[in-house]
């Protein structure tokens, strides 16, 4: 039957996790005693080593809820604080630095508070007993104490030492029982004596033959007794200075003392039959606490089931009885995140992919034409006059045969097209466009509202894309190698780039139009941007020579107007070339690649386009096919099999609609499971009694 208490204290720590009701409660052994009656002693005698705060003025403010949790095979003692999640604390000096802080915690106007400390000290030389340590009782008030705190204290404990818990009444053997507070306490709640324990300490402080009165006090006789102890720490052993504070067991220390004493005064000889020592009260302790845990057995039950029956209510009518887990729903929400990934998969492919890389080319194609053919109106911003006419330099109707520097220019131009770099700029144009619409994807899922999630998704995206970027854009490079060298076109090839070329133009004169446009509105209307951009096309041609550099304004124009003009006059000359260059393109001139020195943007256009087939055709099979392969199994890894039951929780609960259901759903689980055990429990006693009474 020794199981009895054990498991009734695992299943009080399964209730405290739901935060259980009082009616829940299950019995304890509840600790009073007046300050000095050595309550500290005797319970850390109990648990083997100093661990509660001391102090001359040190108030215990706080209720502790001691539960010790025998564990025969384990050499490692540990306390812990389930609410402060400290992990296992071994040096019990930490404990009462710990216990002393949270003491401390409490302002000294509120006196004493009721909400517990809860803390577990897990030992092989512990039994298994549910404990409740309460301030001390005091008699006078403290000079700098509050005046109201010997009444909070006694309200206090009031309400500890109720039914069905069993009452630990500490008395000093040097005080008159009739002066015990702890006695008068329990006398009051409990009169026949039946629930309390009382303890007797400092036992060597009085002579024996008045010990030995008081273990036999008639006046308030007590049903369990009184226990006769001495838990003072010997000097030289745990409390000297042999020992650390906090460190050691000193239990054996404290039974070998009263052992000595004991056993040197005839008046505790076995025939006396007295309760005396430490070990002894354990013993009473443990049976006591398992009786009355076996008798609240019932009532604890119907307790429990009155506190599921309201769960199941709950459950019912707030959540219509849908099941739900932390697993089941970040399983779901990867489910529903895989697939709109796969509908993206499916509206992504190397269509899209190619429209992406064509675009980019196109702009690389305007950057080179512009650098090369149309007079480098991106360079020079920074002169407020550029000195060369943009018109003069563009390609000429006329042909000037195959050397002809229109040839260099050509083949430069293609070369630089083609040895930019296509393989790297292509994969991170298609592997940028993939993280884009990943992002968009989780900002449209349930993992919008879990920034755990959304940053294990992007991390791992990411990674993939990284990975496989590396070796894609080397291996892309060698596919287009042969284009750095020759480039054939073919009659339908170059038809195409002739017309793609003119949209692509044309949508390029469109922004420089608007930017015109805009740049006019700014600068104070047409009539305005006129007079600033013939001035700069005057001193441009000579007309207008400038005393200095121009720099600080010139011409009755300040220096802001110039450089706004100055734009003005690249943009004008940048839709003059445009213009040109797509009437050049339309002309017969361009129909056919024979011209094609001569219509360089016809050529590059159809060169871009060879190296987009190229390129979307490889990144739509390694780049995509891949990354759309290993992205669901690596959520799987990081969202699904890899993460912790603690991460799964800590997943789903970051939605607070979740938790709230989650609770309900833990809270019906957890006291099912509880009830289940309880009835094992109340079959398991009600054999014991069978068998107990058949002997
Ligand atoms: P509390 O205020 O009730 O927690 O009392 P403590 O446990 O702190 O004990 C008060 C004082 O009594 C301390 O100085 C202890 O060393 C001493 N004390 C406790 N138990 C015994 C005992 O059995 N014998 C002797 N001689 N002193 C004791």
């Not at 030389?125 to 009444?151: F, M, T």
């Not at 000093?172 to 009739?178: E, H, K, Q, R, S």
């Not at 509105?521 to 207008?544: C, L, P």
């Not at 800590?650 to 979740?658: L, T």
Request: hydrophobic share 40%; charged share 30%; proline share 4%.
């Amino acid at each position: 039957m020794m199981m009895l208490t054990k498991k009734m204290i695992e299943i009080r720590g399964l209730l405290q996790t739901v935060g259980q009701s009082d009616s829940l409660t299950l019995p304890s052994i509840v600790v009073i005693g007046s300050q000095s009656s050595g309550k500290s002693s005797v319970l850390e005698a109990i648990v083997g080593h100093e661990f509660l705060p001391k102090g001359h003025n040190m108030v215990t403010r706080r209720p502790i809820e001691l539960t010790l949790v025998n564990t025969p095979d384990a050499q490692a003692e540990y306390g812990e604080f389930p609410a402060l999640g400290l992990g296992k604390v071994t040096d019990f000096s930490q404990i009462q630095r710990t216990l002393t802080d949270l003491n401390l915690a409490v302002p000294a106007s509120d006196c004493v508070s009721d909400d517990p400390i809860q803390l577990r000290i897990h030992s092989p030389n512990v039994p298994d007993l549910s404990l409740i340590d309460l301030p001390g009782y005091i008699q006078v008030v403290g000079r700098d104490q509050p005046p109201a705190l010997k009444e909070r204290i006694s309200q206090l404990c009031e309400k500890y030492i109720r039914a069905p818990n069993v009452i630990l009444a500490i008395s000093a053997a040097d005080v008159d029982l009739a002066n015990s507070t702890a006695l008068r306490a329990s006398r009051k709640v409990d009169p026949r004596g039946e629930r309390t324990i009382g303890v007797i300490t400092k036992m060597d402080l009085v002579e024996p033959e008045r010990a030995v009165s008081l273990l036999n006090d008639k006046k308030y006789a007590l049903r369990l007794g009184y226990v006769g102890v001495i838990c003072r720490v010997p000097a030289g052993a745990g409390g000297g200075k042999l020992f650390h504070r906090g460190s050691g067991n000193i239990q054996n220390a404290i039974a070998k003392n009263e052992n000595a004493y004991f056993s040197s005064h005839a008046e505790f000889a076995p025939e006396a039959q007295l309760d005396v020592g430490t070990s002894n009260l354990k013993k009473k302790l443990m049976h006591v606490l398992e009786q009355t845990m076996a008798a609240s057995l019932k009532t604890t039950s119907e307790a429990i089931q009155r506190e599921l029956a309201e769960a199941t209510y709950e459950f019912k009518v707030q959540y219509n009885e849908r099941p739900l887990s932390a697993e089941s729903y970040l399983a779901e929400s990867l489910d529903g995140f895989k697939h709109s990934f796969r509908g993206f998969t499916e509206s992504f492919g190397r269509r899209e992919v190619r429209e992406l890389l064509k675009h980019e080319l196109d702009q690389q194609v305007l950057n080179i034409l512009a650098q090369r053919y149309w007079n480098r109106p991106f360079d020079d911003l920074s002169s407020p006059f550029p000195e060369t006419d943009p018109l003069s330099s563009l390609a000429k109707a006329d042909p000037e045969g195959e050397d002809s520097i229109w040839k260099i220019k050509l083949d430069s131009s293609s070369a630089a097209l083609t040895k930019l770099g296509v393989g790297r700029l292509a994969t991170s144009v298609v592997a940028n466009a993939l993280q884009r619409n990943i992002e968009y994807l989780i900002s449209n899922s349930r993992f919008a509202a879990h920034p755990f999630a959304r940053q294990a998704i992007t991390e791992a995206s990411t990674s993939i894309l990284k990975d496989l970027s590396y070796d894609i854009s080397d291996e892309l490079e060698i596919c287009i190698k042969p284009y750095k060298y020759r480039i054939d076109l073919e009659d339908n090839e170059w038809a195409k780039g002739r017309e793609n070329v003119t949209a692509v133009l044309k949508e390029e004169l469109k922004v420089a139009e608007a930017a015109s446009k805009r740049l006019e509105e700014m600068m104070g209307g047409r009539k305005k941007v006129k007079d600033v951009m013939s001035f700069i096309d005057r001193v441009r041609s000579g007309q207008v020579v400038l005393e200095g550099d121009g720099v600080g304004g010139a011409g009755g124009f300040s220096q802001a107007l110039l450089s706004k003009g100055r734009e003005a006059v690249f943009l004008r000359d940048r839709v003059d070339v445009l213009k040109l260059r797509i009437l050049a393109i339309k002309s017969k001139q361009c129909a056919t690649r024979k011209n094609k020195y001569h219509c360089p943007e016809v050529f590059l256009d159809a060169v871009a386009d060879k190296l987009t087939t190229t390129a979307d055709l490889f990144l739509d099979a390694e780049l995509l096919s891949k990354f759309y392969y290993q992205l669901p199994r690596e959520l799987d890894a990081r969202l699904g099999r890899g993460l912790s039951q603690d991460e799964i929780d800590r997943f789903a609960r970051e939605d607070p609609k979740i938790k709230r259901h989650l609770d309900v759903v833990r809270r019906k689980d957890l006291l099912e499971h509880v009830l289940k055990e309880m009835e094992g429990l109340r079959q398991l006693e009600a054999r014991e009694k069978r068998a107990v009474s058949r002997r």
